[in-house]
């Protein structure tokens, strides 16, 4: 009884201090092979969305609504993301403060559908091992260190920076799907884009929104990974589109916007102080 | 009872303060972060408004077609599309100032905006105006009128009213 009181406490202070979100994973096989099928089944969801998205006409002369500029812009990243594999620029710092090194990497971002095979080809591996009975990733396998890292790294909040240096013969580009990096939050773009569609229906029919919005339409049912609307067909999406967040720039929730939200509290404050001394 | 009053009156004046008064510009000077945030105010309100404009013009063309929309109407979709060209591109102007406003923090004295910053900001608010003046008046125009011809009512909705 002692030792649970002594052990209970020192475990609930290393899952404080290690970070909650480690601890259910740490190489267990089962574990990563159900967050990787999730991945399958987002990235298959995602090859419909863009591919139906594809479909739809963009004029490439300049438009005269915002929302629909906005459309214009966002619906070919979408597609180019989901679709092509991106080979971008990226610069690392490799040391510590203003000693570290800064270096252009390419990075090439696979597609969904390149990321589906690796992913395959990953869980094909991780099947392999659970048929021979190990639960776990282990340290003195190579291959296994190696899939460790790359999970780890893949976890929202992570930058894949560590991954090069670790992935020894293996192709940069392999699974990194990596949601936790917000320029290729696909979610977000795809929820973006179908709510500014439907403000957009109110001013233009310069482009087909009913269409756009029916890209988040996977497997004959809306989805609100890619609407934010849950299942609301077209037009009842679009008698509930609420205009008093105007903008998608005004619902955008940036560390900026945040900041600018705490210095309104402060300002209100000061003017109800304001308001105060008048008073008194 | 004194109390009751008190409070009431407190909290009438608080809000009275509160509220910006975007008929004429008051956004100038202040400390970088507080003008990006009036920016913004004075932007979300220009941009509602040019809005339901856009959703009246569209309607109204929509059910009427664009020539018996100025026979009928009086309102004439050319003179609108050009205050609306002007919004939209002072909108932006408004967006990319306020951008640059929230680059700067307010923790430290230092980091004032430039004297040239501050003078750019200025004109564009007097800029920002006289746009919208021009913007008022085809919104009071309009939305006096309470058009009822076409799908014109949901547009209400972009006013939340």
Not at chain 1, 134 to 160: F, V
Not at chain 1, 210 to 231: H, L, P, Q, T, V
Not at chain 2, 9 to 31: E, F, H, N, P, Q
Request: charged residues 25%; negative net charge.
């Amino acid at each position: 009884m002692t030792i649970v009181k002594i052990v209970w406490p020192m475990t609930i202070l290393l899952i404080v201090l290690t970070g909650c979100n480690t601890v259910p994973y740490s190489g267990d096989i089962p574990s990563i092979i159900k967050v990787y099928e999730q991945k399958i089944d987002f990235a298959q969801a995602g090859i419909s969305y863009a591919q139906c998205l594809n479909e739809v006409q963009i004029p490439e002369a300049p438009m005269l609504d915002p929302e629909n500029e906005s459309l214009q812009e966002l619906i070919p990243i979408i597609r180019r993301f989901v679709l092509e594999d991106t080979t971008v620029l990226e610069k690392t710092i490799a040391g510590e403060g203003t000693n570290g090194k800064t270096s252009d990497i390419e990075v090439t971002f696979p597609s969904f559908l390149t990321f589906i095979d690796e992913s395959r080809d990953l869980l094909g591996y991780l099947d392999r091992r659970l048929s021979l009975g190990q639960m776990s990733l282990t340290k003195n396998s190579a291959d296994d260190q190696t899939i460790e890292k790359l999970y780890e790294h893949d976890r929202p909040g992570s930058y894949y920076g560590p991954i090069f240096g670790v992935a020894e013969g293996l192709k940069a580009s392999h699974y990194v799907i990596t949601s936790s990096f917000p320029r290729y939050d696909v979610s977000k773009v795809a929820v973006a884009i179908s709510k500014t569609a439907l403000q957009a229906s109110y001013f233009s029919d310069e482009l087909d929104y009913e269409a756009i919005y029916n890209c988040s339409m996977i497997g004959g049912k809306y989805d609100s990974r890619f609407n934010d609307a849950g299942s609301l067909a077209f037009e009842d999406a679009r008698n509930a589109v609420d205009f008093s967040a105007m903008s998608v720039e005004d619902r955008k929730i940036s560390n900026r916007d945040k900041r600018e939200e705490m210095y309104q509290r402060y300002d209100d404050a000061k003017d109800t102080v304001r308001a105060l001394k008048k008073l008194f | 009872m004194r109390c009751i009053f008190l409070f009431v009156a407190l909290v009438a004046s608080a809000s009275a303060v509160s509220d910006v008064d975007y008929g004429t510009i008051k956004i100038s000077g202040g400390r970088p972060l507080h003008q990006a945030e009036k920016i913004g105010r004075y932007k979300r309100d220009l941009y509602r408004k040019y809005s339901y404009i856009r959703c009246v013009n569209y309607q109204l063309v929509k059910h009427f077609g664009s020539d018996s929309y100025n026979e009928t109407e009086k309102i004439f979709p050319a003179d609108l599309a050009e205050t609306l060209y002007l919004v939209k591109s002072k909108l932006s102007a408004l967006t990319a100032q306020r951008e640059s406003l929230l680059l700067h923090h307010d923790t430290l004295p230092e980091d004032n905006i430039s004297f040239d910053e501050q003078h750019a900001v200025n004109q564009s608010q007097k800029h920002a105006g006289k746009i919208k003046e021009r913007l008022d008046l085809v919104f009071d125009q309009i939305s006096a009128r309470r058009v009822t011809e076409g799908n014109v009512a949901i547009c209400d909705k972009v006013l939340n009213r």
